[in-house]
T-cell receptor
Framework: GQNIDQPTEMTATEGAIVQINCTYQ??????LFWYQQHAGEAPTFLSY????GLEEKGRFSSFLSRSKGYSYLLLKELQMKDSASYLC??????????FGPGTRLSVLP | GAVVSQHPSRVICKSGTSVKIECRSL??????MFWYRQFPKQSLMLMAT?????????EQGVEKDKFLINHASLTLSTLTVTSAHPEDSSFYIC???????????FGAGTRLSVL
Protein backbone atom coordinates (compact mmCIF):
# COMPACT_ATOMS: atom_id res chain seq x y z
CA GLY A 1 0.00 0.00 0.00
CA GLN A 2 0.93 3.61 0.13
CA ASN A 3 0.49 6.45 2.54
CA ILE A 4 0.87 10.18 1.97
CA ASP A 5 0.81 12.64 4.82
CA GLN A 6 0.54 16.44 4.88
CA PRO A 7 -0.39 18.93 7.60
CA THR A 8 -4.10 19.67 7.45
CA GLU A 9 -3.91 23.43 7.84
CA MET A 10 -1.29 26.17 7.96
CA THR A 11 -1.47 29.90 8.46
CA ALA A 12 1.09 32.49 7.39
CA THR A 13 1.38 36.24 6.94
CA GLU A 14 1.48 38.12 3.67
CA GLY A 15 5.07 38.60 2.53
CA ALA A 16 6.38 35.72 4.61
CA ILE A 17 7.81 32.33 3.61
CA VAL A 18 5.99 29.07 4.28
CA GLN A 19 7.09 25.46 3.89
CA ILE A 20 4.51 22.73 3.35
CA ASN A 21 5.79 19.24 4.04
CA CYS A 22 4.75 15.96 2.48
CA THR A 23 5.89 12.51 3.56
CA TYR A 24 5.10 9.37 1.68
CA GLN A 25 5.54 5.64 1.88
CA UNK A 26 5.23 3.86 -1.41
CA UNK A 27 6.70 1.25 -3.71
CA UNK A 28 7.82 1.84 -7.26
CA UNK A 29 8.18 5.61 -6.86
CA UNK A 30 8.15 7.43 -10.18
CA UNK A 31 7.78 11.08 -9.23
CA LEU A 32 6.11 13.57 -6.92
CA PHE A 33 3.83 16.43 -7.90
CA TRP A 34 2.53 19.52 -6.18
CA TYR A 35 -0.76 21.08 -7.16
CA GLN A 36 -2.59 24.19 -5.99
CA GLN A 37 -6.36 24.10 -5.64
CA HIS A 38 -8.56 27.07 -4.85
CA ALA A 39 -11.92 26.30 -3.29
CA GLY A 40 -14.41 25.01 -5.84
CA GLU A 41 -11.86 24.91 -8.64
CA ALA A 42 -9.75 22.23 -10.25
CA PRO A 43 -6.11 21.75 -9.25
CA THR A 44 -3.39 23.54 -11.17
CA PHE A 45 0.07 22.06 -11.65
CA LEU A 46 2.91 23.64 -9.67
CA SER A 47 5.90 21.32 -9.78
CA TYR A 48 7.23 17.85 -10.51
CA UNK A 49 10.22 16.20 -8.81
CA UNK A 50 11.61 12.84 -9.80
CA UNK A 51 15.24 13.30 -8.70
CA UNK A 52 16.55 14.43 -5.32
CA GLY A 53 17.06 18.12 -4.85
CA LEU A 54 15.44 21.49 -5.15
CA GLU A 55 13.46 22.71 -8.14
CA GLU A 56 12.88 26.45 -8.19
CA LYS A 57 10.17 28.14 -10.19
CA GLY A 58 9.64 31.78 -9.34
CA ARG A 59 8.19 32.21 -5.87
CA PHE A 60 7.59 28.47 -5.56
CA SER A 61 10.24 25.80 -4.96
CA SER A 62 9.87 22.08 -4.38
CA PHE A 63 12.32 19.72 -2.75
CA LEU A 64 12.53 15.94 -2.86
CA SER A 65 14.46 13.34 -0.88
CA ARG A 66 13.63 9.88 -2.18
CA SER A 67 15.60 8.07 0.51
CA LYS A 68 13.58 9.82 3.21
CA GLY A 69 10.24 9.72 1.40
CA TYR A 70 9.98 13.44 1.94
CA SER A 71 9.15 16.52 -0.08
CA TYR A 72 8.32 20.11 0.68
CA LEU A 73 6.82 23.02 -1.20
CA LEU A 74 8.31 26.40 -0.34
CA LEU A 75 6.32 29.53 -1.03
CA LYS A 76 8.13 32.86 -0.81
CA GLU A 77 6.79 36.41 -0.65
CA LEU A 78 3.34 35.16 0.19
CA GLN A 79 0.39 36.90 -1.38
CA MET A 80 -3.25 36.80 -0.39
CA LYS A 81 -4.05 34.91 -3.59
CA ASP A 82 -1.83 32.06 -2.37
CA SER A 83 -4.56 31.09 0.10
CA ALA A 84 -5.56 27.67 -1.25
CA SER A 85 -5.14 23.96 -0.70
CA TYR A 86 -1.82 22.46 -1.71
CA LEU A 87 -1.89 18.85 -2.79
CA CYS A 88 1.07 16.52 -2.83
CA UNK A 89 0.68 13.57 -5.22
CA UNK A 90 2.86 10.54 -5.82
CA UNK A 91 3.16 8.72 -9.12
CA UNK A 92 4.05 5.05 -8.99
CA UNK A 93 5.05 2.63 -11.68
CA UNK A 94 1.97 1.13 -13.25
CA UNK A 95 0.30 4.53 -13.48
CA UNK A 96 -0.82 4.48 -9.90
CA UNK A 97 -1.32 8.11 -9.00
CA UNK A 98 -2.29 9.03 -5.43
CA PHE A 99 -3.07 12.42 -3.94
CA GLY A 100 -2.32 13.31 -0.34
CA PRO A 101 -5.00 14.82 1.91
CA GLY A 102 -3.95 18.38 1.02
CA THR A 103 -2.86 21.31 3.17
CA ARG A 104 -5.18 24.31 3.48
CA LEU A 105 -3.04 27.45 3.59
CA SER A 106 -4.49 30.71 4.87
CA VAL A 107 -2.52 33.88 4.16
CA LEU A 108 -3.35 36.70 6.53
CA PRO A 109 -2.73 40.42 5.91
CA GLY B 1 -0.75 24.81 -24.13
CA ALA B 2 -2.17 22.04 -21.89
CA VAL B 3 -5.78 23.11 -21.80
CA VAL B 4 -8.33 20.58 -20.63
CA SER B 5 -11.99 21.39 -21.05
CA GLN B 6 -14.65 19.73 -18.94
CA HIS B 7 -18.36 20.03 -19.58
CA PRO B 8 -20.81 20.64 -18.03
CA SER B 9 -19.50 22.65 -15.11
CA ARG B 10 -22.62 22.04 -13.10
CA VAL B 11 -25.54 19.66 -13.42
CA ILE B 12 -28.61 19.10 -11.31
CA CYS B 13 -30.62 15.99 -12.04
CA LYS B 14 -33.34 13.80 -10.59
CA SER B 15 -32.58 10.54 -8.89
CA GLY B 16 -32.51 7.64 -11.34
CA THR B 17 -31.35 9.61 -14.36
CA SER B 18 -27.97 9.27 -16.07
CA VAL B 19 -25.49 12.08 -16.47
CA LYS B 20 -22.66 12.30 -18.98
CA ILE B 21 -19.57 14.42 -18.35
CA GLU B 22 -17.13 15.20 -21.14
CA CYS B 23 -13.41 15.84 -20.83
CA ARG B 24 -11.44 17.15 -23.78
CA SER B 25 -7.78 17.99 -24.24
CA LEU B 26 -7.89 21.02 -26.51
CA UNK B 27 -4.32 21.49 -27.61
CA UNK B 28 -2.58 18.17 -27.05
CA UNK B 29 -3.16 14.47 -27.46
CA UNK B 30 -3.97 12.86 -24.15
CA UNK B 31 -2.61 9.35 -24.03
CA UNK B 32 -4.09 8.89 -20.59
CA MET B 33 -7.08 10.46 -18.91
CA PHE B 34 -8.06 10.25 -15.28
CA TRP B 35 -11.33 10.71 -13.44
CA TYR B 36 -11.44 11.90 -9.85
CA ARG B 37 -14.11 12.53 -7.28
CA GLN B 38 -13.79 15.08 -4.52
CA PHE B 39 -16.00 15.63 -1.48
CA PRO B 40 -15.99 18.99 0.33
CA LYS B 41 -12.76 19.75 2.15
CA GLN B 42 -11.28 16.43 1.11
CA SER B 43 -8.59 15.51 -1.35
CA LEU B 44 -9.06 14.01 -4.78
CA MET B 45 -9.93 10.34 -4.98
CA LEU B 46 -8.94 8.61 -8.19
CA MET B 47 -11.86 6.72 -9.68
CA ALA B 48 -10.36 5.36 -12.87
CA THR B 49 -7.60 5.66 -15.41
CA UNK B 50 -8.23 5.30 -19.09
CA UNK B 51 -6.01 4.98 -22.13
CA UNK B 52 -7.32 5.74 -25.58
CA UNK B 53 -8.93 2.75 -27.22
CA UNK B 54 -8.79 0.46 -24.21
CA UNK B 55 -10.97 -0.30 -21.22
CA UNK B 56 -10.63 1.91 -18.19
CA UNK B 57 -8.88 0.66 -15.08
CA UNK B 58 -11.06 1.29 -12.05
CA GLU B 59 -9.82 1.82 -8.52
CA GLN B 60 -10.91 -0.54 -5.81
CA GLY B 61 -14.42 0.20 -4.63
CA VAL B 62 -15.49 2.07 -7.75
CA GLU B 63 -18.35 0.34 -9.58
CA LYS B 64 -17.55 0.14 -13.26
CA ASP B 65 -21.19 -0.45 -14.17
CA LYS B 66 -22.17 2.64 -12.25
CA PHE B 67 -19.48 4.93 -13.62
CA LEU B 68 -19.05 4.22 -17.32
CA ILE B 69 -15.90 5.59 -18.89
CA ASN B 70 -15.28 5.84 -22.60
CA HIS B 71 -11.99 7.09 -24.04
CA ALA B 72 -12.80 6.98 -27.72
CA SER B 73 -10.10 9.31 -29.02
CA LEU B 74 -6.86 10.94 -27.95
CA THR B 75 -8.71 14.12 -27.08
CA LEU B 76 -11.98 12.96 -25.53
CA SER B 77 -13.04 10.91 -22.55
CA THR B 78 -16.51 10.70 -21.08
CA LEU B 79 -17.79 9.65 -17.68
CA THR B 80 -21.42 8.58 -17.42
CA VAL B 81 -22.96 8.32 -13.98
CA THR B 82 -25.75 5.82 -14.50
CA SER B 83 -28.94 5.83 -12.43
CA ALA B 84 -27.63 8.64 -10.26
CA HIS B 85 -28.63 8.80 -6.61
CA PRO B 86 -28.17 11.59 -4.05
CA GLU B 87 -25.06 9.91 -2.65
CA ASP B 88 -23.44 10.37 -6.07
CA SER B 89 -23.58 14.13 -5.59
CA SER B 90 -19.99 15.33 -5.67
CA PHE B 91 -17.36 17.29 -7.56
CA TYR B 92 -16.03 15.23 -10.47
CA ILE B 93 -12.74 16.28 -12.05
CA CYS B 94 -10.95 14.91 -15.07
CA UNK B 95 -7.32 15.25 -15.97
CA UNK B 96 -5.18 14.37 -18.96
CA UNK B 97 -1.54 13.58 -19.46
CA UNK B 98 0.54 13.16 -22.57
CA UNK B 99 1.90 16.62 -23.20
CA UNK B 100 4.71 16.63 -20.64
CA UNK B 101 5.34 13.10 -19.50
CA UNK B 102 3.39 12.23 -16.37
CA UNK B 103 2.16 15.75 -15.57
CA UNK B 104 -1.62 15.80 -15.32
CA UNK B 105 -3.57 18.83 -16.45
CA PHE B 106 -7.00 19.20 -14.94
CA GLY B 107 -10.35 20.24 -16.26
CA ALA B 108 -12.43 22.77 -14.35
CA GLY B 109 -14.56 20.08 -12.73
CA THR B 110 -18.26 19.22 -12.75
CA ARG B 111 -20.43 19.74 -9.71
CA LEU B 112 -23.15 17.10 -9.74
CA SER B 113 -26.21 17.47 -7.55
CA VAL B 114 -28.71 14.61 -7.54
CA LEU B 115 -32.10 15.46 -6.08
Amino acid sequence: GQNIDQPTEMTATEGAIVQINCTYQTSGFNGLFWYQQHAGEAPTFLSYNVLDGLEEKGRFSSFLSRSKGYSYLLLKELQMKDSASYLCAVWNYGQNFVFGPGTRLSVLP
Amino acid sequence: GAVVSQHPSRVICKSGTSVKIECRSLDFQATTMFWYRQFPKQSLMLMATSNEGSKATYEQGVEKDKFLINHASLTLSTLTVTSAHPEDSSFYICSASGLSGNIQYFGAGTRLSVL
